[in-house]
Nanobody
Framework: QVQLVESGGGLVQPGGSLRLSCAAS????????LGWYRQAPGKQRELVAR???????NYADSVKGRFTTSRDNAKNTVALQMNSLKLEDTAVYYC???????????WGKGTLVTVSS
């Protein structure tokens, strides 16, 4: 069993920055792709950013150039640096661990990011 715990959410003004972190415990390994999803009120959960075990990253078009994800395999952590935040970035952000080539997925409970003036 894998547990994922997010931290770093909060209230920020438009144009500001936040850094989210996700700590994984349990039988996590470097074979997992780690990612961030978000869900805004009334909307479906969507992929924000993902980083594979080899370090390949992909981002949603809406956050490219503003968000950066990174991972530390030794510490089993993944981070999401969010810059130039916009009102539309307001959502609950979830950490995800996906075992490549399988249907195995683990989720954190989420952390709320509110962008407001």
């Amino acid at each position: 069993q894998v547990q994922l715990v997010e931290s770093g959410g909060g209230l920020v003004q438009p144009g500001g920055s936040l850094r989210l972190s996700c700590a994984a415990s349990g039988s996590i390994s470097s074979f997992y792709a780690l990612g961030w999803y978000r869900q805004a009120p009334g909307k479906q959960r969507e992929l924000v950013a993902r980083i594979t075990s080899s370090g390949y990253t992909n981002y949603a078009d809406s956050v490219k150039g503003r968000f950066t994800t990174s991972r530390d395999n030794a510490k089993n952590t993944v981070a999401l640096q969010m810059n130039s935040l916009k009102l539309e970035d307001t959502a609950v952000y979830y950490c995800n661990a996906h075992l490549s080539g399988t249907s195995v997925d683990y989720w954190g409970k989420g952390t709320l990011v509110t962008v407001s003036s």
